[in-house]
């Protein structure tokens, strides 16, 4: 930190008090979300916590004008998280944030216009943040991580006020977006379902009147949420609806959508090209979609075991170790048109000795009992039409359709 005078440090000082006044005067929105935005790390914000410490008094400041005093209480805390802010001592930083974001919170309901809209995003998405690194710090010093969970609830009560009729309730869908990131950082995905049935449900709300990036978001999250459900139709719609709404050149985030919507797609027999995969660098799925396509099992368990952290992490592991069913569908097929080629008269009669011979070839070794019970689970999945001849140890397949396609539906549908 560079050396401050006591005069330069009340200059700094008193110069953001009138712009943050100012701000407010004059709703510039603009410029009252540059002055709360901790996380940017702006030279202006870090000159004016340099200050503070230096000056050590900056409420009597504030208390020496009307202007300044209006705002009294939210100054006071704001200036008391960004002196701590900048110390490092993010615990510290955190409750005082959270003060200012309670007393903000309070201003804002009394506001008749939504023009402070922008600036009240900045504040939940600054406490969110700054919870998780307060968290942080709590966990290395052998403590139990509070504050991302008091974050959630302030973040519920921001719900609550925009909730409402009028203007405001644009932004009830940016809010919650915060809290379904607060709540997967949590792992307590659970409390979505009420916030969810809140948007869902309540007619004040039409979907469509939501700026774009808010509905791109909420798509992605309640994506997520369905296919931990395993409801992939539905989670194919919402992530699909996130994929293509969303802006072309955020690459970043088409990508952490299609994490998510090609384990989907997959799920409901819908294979992706390989130019999709290399171009957004999802190695990862490249070996598990030319497993599906050539029906080999030791190909798809290799792709599983090499990125079973990442998978795991994701929450997506289950999901593509079911698809073993499609893979065992593709191998009984292409034995199917072998056999077709060498004896056509007798190429809907497969023996499982020679899927068990297919299985050995691959390293993967079953006895006929095995073979037999992967057989039935085909059948009844209705990823095979036939029926099993139990005594001579043969899968009579169907004449017409042998193996039906998924045409956009989950295995078993």
């Not at 008091?150 to 973040?155: D, P």
């Not at 700026?211 to 994506?223: A, E, I, S």
């Not at 802006?247 to 997959?266: A, C, F, G, S, T």
Request: hydrophobic share 40%; with cysteine; net charge positive.
């Amino acid at each position: 930190m560079a050396y401050v005078s006591m005069g330069e440090a009340h200059r700094r000082i008193t110069e953001y008090l009138n712009r943050f006044c100012d701000a407010v005067s004059n709703q510039d929105s603009f410029t009252l979300c540059r002055l709360l935005s901790f996380s940017s790390n702006s030279p202006s914000l870090l000159s004016l916590a340099d200050a503070l410490n230096v000056f050590q008094d900056a409420s009597s400041l504030i208390r020496q004008s009307d202007k300044f005093s209006e705002y009294g209480e939210i100054l006071a805390h704001l200036f008391r998280s960004l002196q701590s802010y900048r110390v490092g001592n993010l615990v510290e930083a955190y409750l005082a944030f959270e003060k200012f974001a309670n007393a903000f919170v309070q201003e804002f309901r009394n506001w008749e216009s939504a023009w402070a809209l922008e600036a009240l995003y900045v504040v939940c998405y600054e406490i969110r943040i700054l919870a998780e690194k307060a968290d942080k710090e709590l966990t290395s010093n052998g403590k139990s991580p509070e504050k991302l969970k008091a974050a959630g609830s302030l973040l519920m009560k921001v719900f609550g006020v925009l909730a409402g009729k009028g203007p405001k309730r644009v932004g009830v869908l940016y809010v919650t977006c915060q809290l379904f990131k607060t709540y997967f950082k949590l792992g307590t995905v659970n409390l979505c379902r009420s916030v969810i049935r809140s948007i869902e449900t309540a007619r004040i709300f039409d979907f469509e009147e939501f700026p774009r990036r808010d509905k791109v978001t909420y798509m992605y999250y309640t994506g997520r949420l369905e296919v931990f459900n395993e409801n992939f139709p539905a989670a194919n719609t919402k992530l699909s609806y996130a994929l293509q709404h969303c802006n072309p050149k955020r690459e970043r985030n088409i990508r952490m959508i299609l994490k998510y919507l090609i384990p989907v797609k997959l799920s409901i027999g819908i294979i992706p090209k390989d130019e999709l995969l290399q171009k957004y660098n999802l190695h990862e799925y490249i070996n598990i979609v030319q497993a599906l396509r050539k029906g080999d099992l030791r190909l798809l368990r290799h792709a599983l075991q090499g990125h079973e952290d990442r998978f795991l992490r994701s929450g997506v592991y289950l999901v593509l170790e079911k698809l073993e069913l499609q893979v065992y569908q593709r191998l009984m097929k292409k034995i199917y048109i072998i056999q077709k080629l060498s004896d056509p008269a007798r190429a809907h009669q497969l023996k499982l000795e020679v899927i068990a011979k297919a299985l050995r070839w691959l390293e993967i070794d079953m006895d006929l009992d095995e073979v037999e019970c992967i057989m039935t689970i085909l059948i009844y999945k209705n990823l095979v039409k036939g029926y099993l001849a139990h005594k001579s140890k043969v899968v009579v397949l169907s004449k017409q359709d042998p193996f039906p396609r998924l045409n956009g539906k989950p295995v078993g549908s």
